[in-house]
């Protein structure tokens, strides 16, 4: 359903909606879209008898870069997995996202020949 309206720095705004993806209860997308696109999206599974969320799918499209819209929707996903008994988000960041995670909070972790980050809230309430 949709969560509300996100103002962009080009005075364009775009939805948010979270839906549940698939039979898999535990698994949700946030999209930020602008008229009929989905120009950002953040994916989250809750993970099943551990308190841990697993981000991924985080995505802009090249024309909506910048502007903050990946990050307020991993917030957004985080602060949803709180509601969802979690208490750490884990993801797996590339060498441009990495910065942009540990602005959010996430500290580099190490697990076998991945980079993780890991995020032990709170979750900052700032954005969507």
Not at 1 to 14: K, Q, S
Not at 41 to 62: D, G, R, W
Not at 67 to 85: I, P
Request: charged fraction near 20%; glycine fraction near 10%; proline fraction near 4%.
């Amino acid at each position: 359903g949709e969560l509300g309206v996100f103002p962009t720095n080009h005075h364009r705004e775009v939805q948010v909606e979270m839906l549940r993806m698939g039979d898999s209860e535990g698994y949700h997308a946030f999209h930020a879209r602008h008229e009929d696109t989905i120009v950002a999206t953040v994916s989250v599974i809750i993970m099943k008898n551990v308190p841990v969320a697993s981000v991924y799918e985080v995505a802009t499209l090249n024309a909506w870069t910048r502007r903050g819209l990946a990050s307020a929707l991993v917030r957004r996903a985080c602060r949803f997995a709180v509601g969802e008994g979690c208490q750490y988000a884990i993801l797996n960041a590339s060498k441009k996202g990495k910065v942009v995670y540990e602005r959010l909070g996430f500290k580099q972790s190490s697990f076998g020949t991945f980079s993780l980050l890991v995020h032990p809230g709170p979750y900052p309430a700032e954005g969507v």
